[in-house]
């Protein structure tokens, strides 16, 4: 009876625990226990609350790494540690749970995976977010304040561009390419309208992993960028071709026979401020190299975490030493990148020589979780819609959309939401803790313009106030609400 006893005190202070949010006091208390049996119950309680908040387990600035299992030793690889499985899990005595903590942005967004007992690489089984990369799926770990990309997504409400498949042999690096070229909506090949032209080096993984095609589509849905023609073109030596020994037959194929094959099948513009070349990590290498060697031909480069590291820092130094040509420079890489610090100095150099170039840094990795996130950005940049006044974009709160304050407030249990909108548009609206927690998403999804009220139910939230957050490809707001009980 004594027993059963503290194991119910246990208990209770465990969920009390749970509603301070206290990772650290939760494994203080399994590590001043003696007794096996209540050491496993609360460890039971807290992973099954921990799934409801989700894993890793987040307290502000904080992610929590869990895993429960009989692997000897845990250590996490990922962006953060440049894939090196060093930063090791520790145990809680006579427990088979193992934790690691580590310090993140509120907005980082990272890819990692789990190493147990030395060499077993393994997905977080307790997290269901994954992101693809070039190696197979990794876990994701995604910050409260990171905001998930609606634009990589597929909606079938909307018009849709075509695929064209071909292929073409280069004498250049006597070897054929595999090619996708994607038409936009309402493409007539007798038309007299001509389009611009967007490149993508590792074409197919852009879109296999990188949704490309579905970024496309709904950026021309919603009015962001003009009509583009888009060439997706597969390496055959990704290495030599893009940074070893067949870079200037690369080069060669795509100046001198790629682009003069699109531009002769298709109603391109024949103008290298209209052609846009596009890659990531050595892609961006070899899009630099084509782009600097031939602005004649291409006008514009859009660089997804250009790796220049290769034959002495090559093109680094061929563009930042070199004459200024005539680009456009539009950039994004993270801060979890080795080249990081080379992406700022090409930034600086570029900008002090009088270069237009347009840059984004994020707390993120060298990953397509982060290309395909901002590929919209790149292609913004180039090509804006002509009626789109892309200064408007994100600010505080443009004509036609508004978040209204909640009513009642304070309230208990429930509150109605208001918000409007002006245009189609993705929309977000989310509710989190004072502490910047994600408690709830209310919607996230397309909405077409008009006015929207959604109901808020705290009955299961402890009294204090609370935060909900609107977005939009246009427009972000957020306001306080106070429950009380």
Not at 314 to 340: D, H, R
Not at 435 to 440: M, P, T, V
Not at 445 to 466: C, D, M
């Amino acid at each position: 009876m004594k027993r059963i006893f503290l194991l119910i005190i246990y208990i209770v202070l465990n969920y009390s625990l749970y509603s301070q949010s206290n990772f650290y006091d939760f494994v203080s208390r399994v590590n001043s226990i003696s007794d096996h049996n209540i050491k496993s119950t609360i460890v039971d309680s807290f992973i099954t609350f921990a799934r409801t908040k989700g894993i890793p387990f987040i307290e502000g600035d904080t992610a929590h790494f869990i895993y429960r299992g009989s692997a000897t030793s845990v250590d996490v690889a990922g962006d953060f540690n440049s894939w090196n499985p060093t930063d090791k899990f520790t145990n809680l005595t006579a427990t088979n749970f193992f934790y690691f903590s580590k310090i993140f942005e509120q907005n980082a967004r990272v890819d990692y995976k789990l190493v147990l007992n030395g060499n077993d690489w393994k997905l977080d089984s307790e997290n269901p977010h994954q992101v693809s990369g070039g190696f197979g799926p990794n876990s994701e770990l995604a910050m409260p304040g990171y905001i998930q990309p609606w634009e990589i997504n597929y909606y079938g409400n909307i018009s849709h561009g075509t695929i064209e498949d071909k292929s073409i042999y280069s004498t250049n690096t006597s070897s054929t390419f595999q090619l996708k070229t994607y038409l936009p909506p309402g493409y007539i090949s007798s038309s007299s309208i001509t389009y611009p032209t967007v490149y993508f080096q590792d074409g197919f993984e852009y879109i296999n992993l990188g949704s490309a095609v579905n970024i496309i589509d709904n950026l021309l849905d919603s009015n962001k960028i003009r009509p583009l023609i888009a060439v997706f073109v597969k390496p055959n030596n990704r290495n030599d071709e893009y940074a070893g020994n067949k870079r200037f037959q690369y080069q060669s194929f795509f100046v001198e026979e790629l682009v003069p094959l699109i531009d002769s099948l298709y109603k391109t513009k024949n103008d290298p401020a209209q052609r846009l070349i596009l890659g990531d990590s050595f892609g961006g290498n070899i899009s630099a190299l084509i782009s600097y060697n031939h602005s004649d031909v291409f006008g514009n480069c859009g660089l997804h975490s250009g790796a220049f590291w290769p034959n002495n820092y090559e093109a680094y130094n061929l563009i930042t030493s070199g004459s200024k040509k005539n680009i456009k420079y539009s950039s994004v890489w993270g801060t979890y990148e080795s080249l990081f610090q080379n992406m700022r100095n090409f930034r600086d150099n570029l900008s002090q020589k009088g270069y237009q170039i347009t840059w984004d840094e994020f707390p993120e990795g060298h990953s397509w979780g982060l290309w395909r996130a901002n590929t919209d950005k790149i292609l913004i940049d180039i090509f804006p819609s002509i009626t789109t006044d892309i200064k408007s974009i994100k600010t505080a709160q443009p004509q036609g959309y508004l978040l209204k304050q909640n009513f009642p407030n304070p309230f208990n249990p429930t509150t109605s939401i208001s918000f409007s909108i002006s245009e189609l548009n993705y929309v977000s609206l989310k509710v989190y803790n004072i502490l910047g927690r994600d408690i709830e998403t209310l919607f996230e999804g397309i909405k077409p313009a008009g006015s929207y009220q959604v109901t808020f139910n705290g009955n299961n939230l402890a009294s204090g106030i609370y935060i909900y957050k609107i977005t939009t490809d246009s427009f972000t707001d957020s306001k306080k609400m106070i429950l009380l009980k």
